[in-house]
């Protein structure tokens, strides 16, 4: 044995994550063990069931490697050679996945660094055995929920290695619970502030959502970008950041932009940037963008990731365009950074992270373009000059010495007229004032003062992709543009010369820029008309001559570089030529430019024809446009509507649901009675018949009950009225005997009053018939007398009133009293006889009732069936 420092299969350092736990424990034997025909040696001792002493040799011979005389080369060499041998047979990687299974540490560490080390070897090779292995890749996973942190860690870094390019073997890890265990990893660490064992993590989380779909979707709906924002929370003194904590934020950061990629799939790209918005993650990017301190590289990225959450997607524009930097006044942070992208003494790499950043604000953001547009407009321009604005750094970095900030300028203000044919023709009407006692001039003759100058070639291509974008699809500017005498004549100039290999790229824009004055040329100058610019160039370039340096354009090795993504990455600022979007342009224009350069007069008139068609035709769109938005809000109300309908559909569905589970429960009990009945197929099949008159009967029976029971409830009813009617008798009655008792009483007293009268009159009469003699003597006899004959008359007139008061008032109480009792007679009478008809109808439907009985036990008796009483 050789005394060497403790290496790997292949002779690698062992990193020293794992170095400090395995001084820790016993050194496994140094011992080099022989591959068997190709087969483990150890594979053998596994039935014998020793994995020991044994174990830890064959793992210990397996990833440590004793040399002292071969180069690092030759150790490289003979470790992959000894991997081929080692998964020949795929039974060898089985009983590995088998032993890392084991909990002994000198057997699961081993077992981790061997297959481990076998992946970076041959990766393909043994991924796909992992693959074909059941329960293969989940054994691997159970490494992430190990107590002990070397095991934990060194999972990590073997599954970094079997998830390399491997869209299955990514697809299991992460339905394996992958993403919360790592996050929670992280989260354990210290986030940004963790250690290598962070970074591991973050490598591992990029492996699994690099490119593949399904992961990012099913990241996004585990709500796991949400556990993302606490990585980005930084303090206000950002100074004397380790190199581990740049490193985890720079992977972070990387990480986001995996998920909102301009390469991914659009839908998925939007839904991820509106759930980074509405958890606030962008509102912390946005935090580190302004915040002081933080390290170059970081700020550059964070740009760069601001830039891809911000593209494409309203409502995160929006909220870009609101921030503001902690400056005193506060400026917003596109001006901000736009003071930095013309900034000649800025890093390269934040230039452009800063253009990146512009260009992803006023992508597919006509809101955005048309404010940036508005700086520049006469109206809109601070005459105070206490304020800078958006336009008015653009228009510097336009127009300034530097060739880098030229370029970025015009590509910037390219992009705010991208597909806007409205700025376009606003962009028109903006006056630069050159010097002092000169007229003011138009931002379109600038730049093409500038271009017949003869500056540098980066400032010359920045400036034509301006023009050919701002003069693309826009009539009014290619008039704008041919209205200067000097434009055409340089163009033409330019194109026929035989310049260097560095001048073709400009050639080449210049026949771009003619082409685009042809092909979007309204003839409304009589001079510059189609036919006679196709007459110049066929004159002084030559058509042949012209497509061919128009095609040094889509030739040229930048051009290409260019096309492959939106972020502008350039090694040096002198490669600096082409942005993406214009390649698209480039791509769109140069087949319809060489067609329109060989067309005839006539073929330009039916092809003015053709276009005034399609103009009435995108009139008539633009109606169907609007009716479909009227159609769309109905569309909404009826939405409004259906999902109205769609509760109360759910409700009724529930109702539903109750009721077949209650038609359930009647089924069962149906279900039960026939198991009760004994009924067997063939016996019902021979009586059938009988038992559907029975149940026919049934119904019957069913329904003469519920007439028997109204019918009950109907003779109950009468004769409560019946009582009631009594009652009513019975009042009246003893009414009229009260009424009777008081007369009689009357009476009595008027004949009591009477007959006390009657007999004081009569003493008095005694008194005067005593006196009779004593004035018979006196001579007054004939008076007395006749006195005495008219008071006997009054007193029988007043007896005879007095009966006939008493008799009539007892002859009024008699009659009335008659007739109350004949009106009740008469009621009770009628009562009576509905009770009697009710009576006669119970007693019809009990006699229907007994023969129904009877005509179902006789049905009972003829199938032999136990009789169940109805």
Known sequence: MLDVPLCDLWGSPVPKRSRDAFSAAPQPSLGLRAAR????????????????????????????????????????????????????????????????????????????????????????????????????????????????????????????????????????????????????????????????????????????????????????????????????????????????????????????????????????????????????????????????????????????????????????????????????????????????????????????????????????????????????????????????????????????????????????????????????????????????????????????????????????????????????????????????????????????????????????????????????????????????????????IGRENFIEKLGFISKHELYSRAAQKPQPSFSSPDHMMFDHEFTKLVKELEGVISKAIYKSSEEDKKEEEVKKTLEQHDNIVTHYKKVIREQDQELEELKQRVNTLTSQNEQLQATVTQQVSQIQQHKDQYNLLKVQLGKDTQHHNSHSDTFQMNGIQVEEVSKLRDELEEWKNKHEVLQGQLREKDSVIEKLVSANRLSRTRCSFQFLTQVQLQAAEISKLQMENQKLQVMVPWEQGHGALGGAGAVTGSYRMYLEETRLQLFLCLWCNLEWDFFSCQSEVKALSEEKESLKQHLDSSSSTVAILQDEKSKLHQSYNWACWACNCPHVPL
């Not at 107590?147 to 060194?154: A, F, K, L, P």
């Not at 100074?239 to 990387?254: D, E, F, I, P, Y």
């Not at 006469?378 to 958006?390: K, L, R």
């Not at 390219?414 to 006056?431: G, I, S």
């Open 37 to 540: 025909n190709g087969r483990f040696w150890g594979e053998s001792r596994k039935a014998e069931g020793v994995w020991g002493s044994v174990g830890r040799r064959v793992l210990g011979w397996s990833w440590v490697w004793v040399v002292k005389e071969n180069s690092p080369k030759q150790v490289d060499d003979l470790g992959s050679q000894f991997t081929e041998i080692f998964i020949k047979q795929q039974e060898n990687v089985t009983l590995l996945l088998t032993l890392v299974e084991e909990f002994d540490f000198h057997v699961r560490w081993p077992g981790v660094k061997l297959l481990t080390s076998l992946l970076k070897q041959q990766g393909p090779q043994v991924q796909q055995i992992i693959l074909v292995s059941p329960m293969g890749v989940s054994r691997l996973m159970d490494l992430l929920a190990d107590s002990r942190e070397v095991i934990r860690n060194d999972g990590v870094l073997l599954l970094q290695q079997l998830t390399k390019s491997n869209a299955a073997i990514q697809k299991i890890v992460a339905f394996e619970n992958a993403f919360e265990r790592l996050l929670d990893i992280i989260t354990e660490e210290g986030n940004s502030d963790g250690g290598i064992v962070v970074e591991d993590c973050l490598l591992l989380l990029q492996n699994l959502l690099k490119n593949n779909n399904s992961n990012q979707n099913f990241f996004k709906e585990g709500s796991y970008i949400q556990r993302m924002k606490p990585w980005f929370e930084v303090g206000d003194d950002n100074c004397g950041w380790s190199a581990q904590k740049v490193t985890n934020l720079h992977l972070m950061l990387q990480l986001v932009r995996v998920l909102v990629s301009p390469t991914n799939p659009p839908g998925a790209t939007s839904s991820c940037q509106k759930a980074m918005f509405h958890c606030g993650l962008l509102q912390q990017l946005c935090t580190i963008l302004m915040a002081t301190g933080v390290p170059a590289d970081i700020l550059t990225e964070t740009i760069n990731t601001v830039s891809e959450v911000i593209r494409g997607c309203q409502m995160n524009q929006d909220y870009f365009a609101s921030v503001n930097a902690p400056s005193n006044p506060p400026r917003p942070a596109i001006v901000v950074l736009l003071m930095s992208m013309v900034n000649e003494r800025q890093p390269f790499v934040l230039r452009c992270a800063v253009l990146y950043c512009f260009q992803c604000f006023l992508y597919k953001n006509q809101k955005g373009q048309g404010e940036i547009v508005s700086t520049l407009l006469p109206s809109t321009i601070d005459a105070t000059g206490n304020s800078v604005s958006a336009g008015q750094l653009l228009c510097g970095g336009l127009f300034s010495t530097d060739s880098l900030s030229n370029w970025c300028a015009a590509v910037a203000l390219a992009h705010a007229l991208q597909e806007n044919a409205t700025l376009k023709e606003q962009l028109l009407r903006v006056q630069l004032a050159t010097s002092i006692g000169n007229p003011p001039v138009s931002l379109l003759q600038q730049c093409t003062n500038i271009l017949s100058q003869g500056s540098k070639v980066q400032t010359r291509v920045g400036l034509l992709m301006l023009l050919c974008t701002w003069l693309s699809n826009c009539s009014i500017a290619v008039t704008h543009f041919l209205h200067n005498p000097a434009n055409v004549p340089f163009l033409t100039g330019q194109i026929a010369e035989n310049l260097g290999e560095e001048e073709q790229l400009v050639q080449g824009l210049c026949a771009l820029l003619l082409g685009i004055s042809i092909y979007y040329n309204d003839n409304s100058l009589e001079n510059y008309r189609k036919e006679k610019l196709k007459q110049l160039i066929e004159k002084r």
